[in-house]
């Protein structure tokens, strides 16, 4: 089956009065139709730039896209002109932003941001496009739609304007939506409301969802494969339960260690990640994980290890298409799986 969406070796920098920042150093990752992947990592390691560039919004300048391919639908998203890609975005790809509160206009109807939508990429005249906005807002659990197209985004509750980002999202009946954080600033029990209602709808609807998280409790429940993002690159890619439950990188076995888990004693201690993530400005030729990693040996001071197949042995039961980026995975594939 040939992907939905295929990114191969996509190279984003940002060039500032510090130096180049490589944001996205070299990333290729797919996504099969109907699919959920997760981008998992700390601030700053890329991952929500990824998806930016995915859509060709990175600000430029200071940034560009200076390699690689996009490959949806047949096309190189990369060779698109600026028109063509207006059509993609909303139209074939929909995205849900970061921050409703930013993304959403304040001065525009909720109504008029989503019929805006519709009439843009389906030619819709303003009526029909405003009886499809009420279907949407009933479509992502919005009761009294009628009312609430009238409001504006400081009407609402950061849970409801997440679903109308939701519905923008939705509203053209895309092939693949890109969720970066889409849980971000809301309360646990509305976190777990929205990420049920996406992952609902894109089962209902068989769209492709690829959600953009630190959270590694939305990886466990949500996805089917996972990337683990580092300083720009992937170091950590595979199946949801081979990332869970054997894990090949350091970086990936020292989040999941972080996270309080429920099996553990009450009195037991968190195993922080510890140190501070690198300066993309100033790495060296070595392993960008190296000053953080207990299981650094000298290669990895003169040497970036390159995304591999696991090697055999890294863990009982571990599955074809888990890669990472590491000298030592076998080692740290069996510690992972032992604890």
Same mark, same amino acid.
């Given at each position: 089956?040939?992907?939905?969406?295929?990114?191969?070796?996509?190279?984003?920098?940002?060039?500032?009065?510090?130096?180049?920042?490589?944001?996205? /150093?070299?990333?290729?990752?797919?996504?099969?139709? !109907?699919?959920?992947?997760?981008?998992?990592?700390?601030?700053?390691?890329?991952?929500?730039?990824?998806?930016?560039?995915?859509?060709? #919004? =990175?600000? /430029?300048? $200071?940034?560009?896209?200076?390699?690689?391919?996009?490959?949806?639908?047949?096309?190189?998203?990369?060779?698109?002109?600026?028109?063509?890609?207006?059509?993609?975005?909303?139209?074939?790809?929909?995205? %849900?932003?970061?921050?409703?509160?930013?993304?959403?206009?304040?001065?525009?109807? =909720?109504?008029?941001?989503?019929?805006?939508?519709? @009439?843009?990429?389906?030619?819709?005249?303003? $009526?029909?496009?405003?009886?499809?906005?009420?279907?949407?807002?009933? #479509?992502?659990?919005?009761?009294?739609? +009628?009312?609430?197209?009238?409001?504006?985004?400081?009407?609402?509750?950061?849970?409801?304007?997440?679903? %109308?980002?939701?519905?923008? +999202?939705?509203?053209?009946?895309?092939?693949?939506?890109?969720?970066? @954080?889409?849980?971000?600033?809301?309360?646990?029990?509305?976190?777990?409301?929205?990420?049920?209602?996406?992952?609902?709808?894109?089962?209902?609807?068989?769209?492709?969802?690829? =959600?953009?998280?630190?959270?590694?409790?939305?990886?466990? *429940?949500?996805?089917?494969? %996972?990337?683990?993002?580092?300083?720009?690159?992937?170091?950590?890619? !595979?199946?949801?339960?081979?990332?869970?439950?054997?894990?090949?990188?350091?970086?990936?076995?020292?989040?999941? *260690?972080?996270?309080?888990?429920? &099996?553990?004693?009450?009195?037991?201690?968190? /195993?922080?990640?510890?140190?501070?993530?690198?300066?993309?400005? *100033? #790495? &060296?030729? !070595?392993?960008?994980?190296?000053?953080?990693?207990?299981?650094?040996?000298?290669?990895?001071?003169?040497?970036?290890? +390159?995304?591999?197949?696991?090697? $055999?042995?890294?863990? $009982?039961?571990?599955?074809?298409?888990?890669?990472?980026?590491?000298?030592?995975?076998?080692?740290?594939?069996?510690?992972?799986?032992?604890?």
């Amino acid at each position: 089956m040939e992907p939905l969406l295929a990114i191969r070796d996509l190279h984003t920098e940002f060039h500032t009065g510090a130096g180049v920042v490589r944001a996205v /150093d070299g990333v290729s990752w797919t996504v099969d139709p !109907g699919e959920t992947v997760a981008i998992v990592g700390e601030s700053g390691s890329g991952k929500s730039v990824t998806a930016l560039s995915v859509l060709r #919004l =990175i600000p /430029d300048p $200071p940034g560009r896209i200076t390699a690689g391919q996009v490959w949806f639908g047949g096309r190189d998203l990369m060779l698109l002109s600026p028109e063509a890609m207006r059509e993609v975005r909303g139209g074939a790809i929909g995205m %849900v932003f970061q921050e409703p509160m930013t993304s959403l206009n304040p001065v525009l109807t =909720i109504g008029r941001q989503i019929t805006e939508t519709l @009439e843009q990429h389906r030619g819709m005249d303003r $009526p029909a496009a405003y009886q499809r906005a009420v279907e949407l807002l009933v #479509l992502v659990g919005i009761a009294d739609g +009628a009312r609430r197209l009238k409001q504006y985004p400081h009407q609402l509750s950061g849970g409801m304007r997440q679903r %109308v980002m939701i519905a923008i +999202a939705l509203a053209c009946e895309p092939k693949l939506i890109i969720a970066d @954080e889409p849980t971000t600033a809301l309360d646990v029990t509305i976190q777990a409301q929205i990420l049920e209602l996406m992952k609902a709808l894109t089962r209902r609807l068989g769209v492709a969802l690829v =959600i953009i998280t630190h959270n590694l409790g939305v990886v466990a *429940r949500y996805a089917n494969r %996972v990337n683990v993002m580092y300083a720009g690159r992937i170091v950590e890619s !595979g199946a949801a339960a081979d990332i869970y439950h054997r894990p090949l990188h350091p970086y990936t076995m020292a989040l999941l *260690r972080s996270v309080p888990r429920l &099996d553990r004693p009450r009195q037991a201690r968190l /195993d922080p990640v510890e140190g501070q993530p690198p300066d993309l400005t *100033r #790495l &060296d030729a !070595g392993c960008a994980f190296r000053p953080r990693c207990r299981f650094a040996v000298e290669i990895c001071a003169t040497a970036r290890p +390159a995304l591999e197949a696991a090697t $055999p042995g890294s863990g $009982p039961g571990t599955t074809a298409g888990h890669l990472a980026a590491c000298f030592r995975s076998h080692e740290i594939g069996a510690a992972g799986a032992a604890a």
